[in-house]
Every structure is written in C-alpha cells, then in structure tokens.
C-alpha cells in the first residue's frame, strides 16, 4: 500500500510541476511579450510606396528573393503608421468579398495585404471588430502575401514588389467571379494574372507568360509571406506560434520568431512537395508552390531599415519558348484554421501534411480522435460544453474494464492491510522477509500493489490531448456552455474573492478562483479522501493541500477544462464507491471528513 501511494505522490508531484510552470511562467511571460510587442510597434518605423517605384523589381538580375534586401517598396517616415483606411487608400485595388473574408488586392505587387475575416471577432461581443490577418506593410502591424517573378537581363523586367499590374475596373473578387490582371514588361513578354478564391480561404494565383520575342525567355517564381511586427504569442510548449512549413522529405518546420531572430536565415534544400507560411494560435497565413516542380523555402528575419519576418520560396527556372506560353499556379490558405476546411484542402489538392498547420502536439494520436468527437457531439447537442460532459462519459466507459480493474485491486488492498500490518510486526526491520511476505500476501489474494495508479495514468494523457484540443482548435474560442461561461476556452471569468462579482472591485489574476475552479478542487478533494490518509506526515500534507494548490493552478486553465476535470472527478468518486462497496471494502470518505473537524487531543 506505501508503494502504490508513493506511485501516487510522484505521479501528482510531476503535474503539480507542469501545471506550476504554466501558471508561474507561462502566464507572466505571455504579458511580458505583449507589452513588448506593442512598445516595439510603436517604435517601429513604417514604409510607404515611394512615388516612381512602380514597376522596379529589385532582384530581378541577380535572382535574390524580394525581401532579402532593401527591395520593400518606399521610404522610411515617422513611426506611427498610417491608419488601414490610409494606406488602403494609398494604392488601386480590387475589392475581396466572400461569405468568409473582405478586404481588397493592392494592384502593386498584386499583393493581398488587407484582408478580415467576416466571421471572427476579437472579443465575444458581437459588436467588437472583425480579425484582422493581412494589413498593407504602410501599417505599422503590416502583414502580407505576394507571388511574384524573377527574370534575367534577357527577359527584361519581371513583375515584382513594386509593379504595377492592369486591371479593369469594376471587378470584384468573389467566389463566383474570379479577377484577371495583366502586366507587359515592355520586352515581349506579358503576364496574365488570374486570381480565384473559394468560399473560404483558399486563394489560387494563376499565371500565364507569353512570349512574343525570338529568344526563349526565362524566369522563376517566388513567392512570401511577410510581417512587419511580432505579435506577443502564448509562449506556451504545447503550442507553435511562428514560421512554419513542410519541406518534402525534410517534413514538418516549426520555426520560432527567435529562432530567426538567431539565425536570421534558415534555408531548406530543394524540393517538389509542401508549403509554407506563419502560423498564429487560430489563424495562419501559407503558400502552396506549385507541386511537382522544384523549388526552394527560406525562413528569414530582415533588419534592414524595418524588422521583419518572412517565409518564402523559389521556384526552379521556367523556359517559355519564342511565340509560345507557360502557366504557374500558386495557392494561398489565407484565415482561420478550421480542421475540416484543412484537411479538406489537403485532401482536394494533395498539399503534403497540410493538416500538420494545426498543432495536434505529441499525443496527436488522441487529440485528433477526441476533437472529431467533441465537434461531432457539440453538432448533435449544440453546446461544446454539454459535448465535454458526454465526451468524459465516453472516455469513462472506454477505460472502464481497466479502472474498474483497478478500483476492485484498491479495495482488497484495503481488505488486506490488517495481515500487512501483522507482516510489518513480524519482520520488523528485515526490509527482505517483509518485500517477500508482501508479495506472497499479494500473489495468494491475487493483488497488484501498483493497479491503483492506472487511472491516474490514464487520466493525463486525455487530460493533455483534452487541453490541446481546447486550447488550439478554433472551434472552440468563444464557444459558450451555461450562465457566466460565455467561452470555453478562456478562464472562469468570476472570483470568490469579490464574491463572484456581487463586490464592485476587481481582483488580481492571480486571484481569479471562480465557480468551477472551486467546483473541480471540491470534488478533487472528495476523491482523494475516498482513501486511507496516508501515515506518512509528508505524504498526508501533500494529499490535504493538493487539491488547493490545484484550485490556484488550474483557475488559469480553459473553463472547458476545468469543468472536464470537475465532472472527471465526480464520475471517478461515484465509480469508486460502487466497487468499494461491492467488494465490501470500507469508504474511508466520511470516516476521514470527520476527522478534519474532530478536535486533536492536547499534547502532555
């Protein structure tokens, strides 16, 4: 019985540890970077087009990629920035407007650089402003996409950051009518440009070059994805937030923004599948190159006059013949990273582990598994958090012949701790005879002393793949259960400690205890007293304090898992007393919350 409690202790000490890190350091570390990231904005100096830039295509001789050098289009002003509705303003455009995304295409560079999404916002109220992803580089929060051509001396100009395309006016962007663009670098070769999107958020550049000289004519394509500004990200293990790709057989990259802050250029060979982009917590921005043709992905961080970070690519050399034509298409995913949309793009296009934009995290075998439940239940019931209770039912029930197992291995531990007692009187300090009358009193009642940690076990990883599926899948930000938890992702909005907001003050984050964080340490502190108080001091101070430290820790936590937790327990107690029971084994629940309140006897 001491061992298996020593199983225990460690088991709990190690979650104790993570969940410690996550609120004595991921927390403030994520408010830190945020505060950083809107000092470093304001600092930052912003860049405007430039009046004659129009046209230039810094790179085109020599083949450097747009964005390794000075080649972003305009001057240095006043930091600041301009306002969207300025430096929209600045430039022609095309309107976007689909039943998911609105916004306009900046006709220099042919650049998609002001883009919302119609159907988030930043809060949960409705009225708050719509997610803003791609914002034009003369913001100081500038955000893009941009596919482009680089050419040799022969072919003449190719269009870049800072051409010019034609368009005729009056188009509009939408899923029933694509919009064409054209440039004509004056030296035989001409450039079509047809731009297409699905009701989503998958944009289709593609491309076709004529060539009306006598010389073959060749050029590449490339293509990026630039930030001007770092936002403040989670910071947290489970969680990517940065530069991301898959390179062919190199597979996934996950590249933090002080990774290229270190290394300011990460290069990848060549290869013939993948993509790449940037990826934030619910909303990533990537490139498909052109599959089954080679090129080659970079991720960089620039400081050249305006920091900045960027994924990109560069197709191999296209040949177009004299009097002939070629055509290039390039994808762009562009929004929210809903997993059915993903994995559907993957699927319709064959873009290589596209799904892996979304971080499943090592448990991914489970995490994966219990979204599609979770999202299947919230269809059928029509609230995540109803869809969280049946899903821990569920789970419960799977896992039932082993914890019942387990549960049935606890109480005749219990029946038998009389005859342990009499083994540790006979054998007295002979540690040897007393291991080995143990495990002969084990083997004759058919006993395994460590069964009773399996539930424990089982219960972390679903507890993980549970926190990862509510803390990285969009469908579930903003979703509410009942009363005051109007998004299960967030925390318990309320606290004891203005009496769940009846006292006009607020309090401290760290003294955010609500409803269910109290609810779930309640029932943790039921369970663990379903047991023997453990004779030993130290362990019997970690079982009394545990489920008030994990009351602090875990009222940082999604409210969605806090009540997973809570309702976990209440299942575990209920299951526990009924095999307790069966098996005649004693509850020890009433006799030991009567000890708490039972005076101690006075030391002589």
């Avoid at 809107?38 to 860049?47: I, K, S, T």
């Avoid at 395994?448 to 793949?465: E, R, T």
Wanted: net charge negative; aromatic share 12%; proline share 7%.
């Amino acid at each position: 019985m001491e061992n298996n409690r020593n199983y225990f202790v460690a088991i709990l000490m190690s979650v104790l540890v993570l969940v410690a890190w996550q609120f004595l350091y991921v927390s403030p570390k994520i408010e830190r970077e945020r505060l950083a990231a809107e000092a470093l904005q304001a600092q930052q100096p912003v860049q405007t087009p430039a009046a004659g830039a129009e046209g230039a295509a810094p790179g085109d001789v020599n083949g450097s990629l747009p964005g390794g050098d000075t080649s972003i289009p305009g001057a240095v002003i006043q930091a600041g920035g301009l306002s969207r509705e300025d430096a929209v303003a600045q430039t022609g455009r095309i309107s976007i407007d689909t039943p998911a995304l609105m916004g306009s295409i900046n006709l220099s560079g042919a650049r998609i650089d002001d883009l919302l999404l119609k159907e988030y916002r930043e809060t949960i109220d409705p009225t708050s402003p719509n997610i803003s992803l791609f914002s034009p580089a003369a913001m100081a929060e500038g955000y893009f996409a941009e596919v482009g051509y680089i050419g040799d001396a022969q072919s003449g100009p190719a269009p870049g950051p800072n051409t010019v395309w034609t368009a005729q006016p009056g188009q509009v962007l939408t899923p029933s009518s694509p919009v064409t663009l054209t440039y004509d670098n004056g030296e035989n070769l001409v450039f079509t440009r047809v731009i297409s999107v699905d009701e989503n958020y998958l944009f289709s550049f593609e491309d076709t070059i004529a060539n009306s000289g006598t010389a073959v004519a060749s050029v590449a394509s490339y293509g990026r994805i630039t930030r001007f500004s770092k936002p403040a990200t989670s910071g947290i293990y489970v969680l990517h937030e940065g530069l991301i790709g898959v390179i062919g057989e190199e597979g996934l990259q996950e590249i933090d923004y002080s990774d290229v802050e270190d290394t300011p250029v990460i290069a990848h060979g060549k290869a013939t599948a993948g993509w790449m982009g940037i990826t934030d917590k619910y909303w990533a921005a990537a490139l498909v190159p052109p599959q089954g043709a080679g090129f080659e992905t970079r991720f960089a961080h620039f400081t050249d006059g305006r920091a900045r970070y960027q994924s990109d690519f560069k197709s191999d050399t296209l040949a177009v013949a004299p009097g002939g034509s070629v055509t290039s298409k390039t994808l762009l995913f562009a929004g929210a990273k809903q997993v059915p949309i993903i994995e559907g793009y993957e699927a319709e296009h064959n873009i290589l582990n596209f799904d892996l934009m979304i971080d499943w995290g090592w448990f991914y075998f489970i995490t994966k598994p219990m979204f599609w439940l979770i999202d299947y239940l919230f269809k059928v019931f029509g609230n995540f958090g109803i869809a969280i209770l049946v899903t821990t039912v569920i789970v419960k029930l799977i896992f039932f012949p082993l914890a019942n197992k387990s549960y049935v291995s606890m109480a005749n531990m219990k029946k038998v701790q009389p005859k342990l007692e009499e083994l540790k009187a006979k054998h007295g300090d002979d540690k040897m005879a007393l291991q080995q009358g143990m495990m002969e009193l084990y083997k004759k009642e058919k006993i395994n002393p460590v069964a009773g940690c399996w539930p424990v076990l089982l219960q972390i990883p679903v507890f993980f793949a549970l926190y990862k599926v509510l803390y990285v899948t969009i469908e579930m930000r903003h979703a509410p259960f009942f009363g005051w938890i109007r998004d299960l992702s967030a925390p318990d909005p309320t606290s004891m400690f203005n009496l769940f907001g009846l006292l006009p003050y607020d309090v401290p984050s760290f003294l955010m205890i609500g409803v269910w964080p109290l609810i779930m340490g309640i029932t943790m502190f039921i369970q663990m007293r379903m047991n023997p108080t453990p004779p030993d001091p130290t362990q019997a101070m970690i079982f009394t304090w545990m489920p008030v430290v994990f009351t602090f820790m875990l009222a940082t936590f999604p409210a969605g898992l806090v009540i997973y937790w809570a309702w976990n327990n209440t299942l575990s107690v209920l299951q526990q007393g009924v095999i307790m029971k069966r098996q005649g084994a004693k509850i020890e629940l009433w006799d030991n919350l009567a000890a708490l309140f039972k005076p101690k006897p006075k030391k002589t």
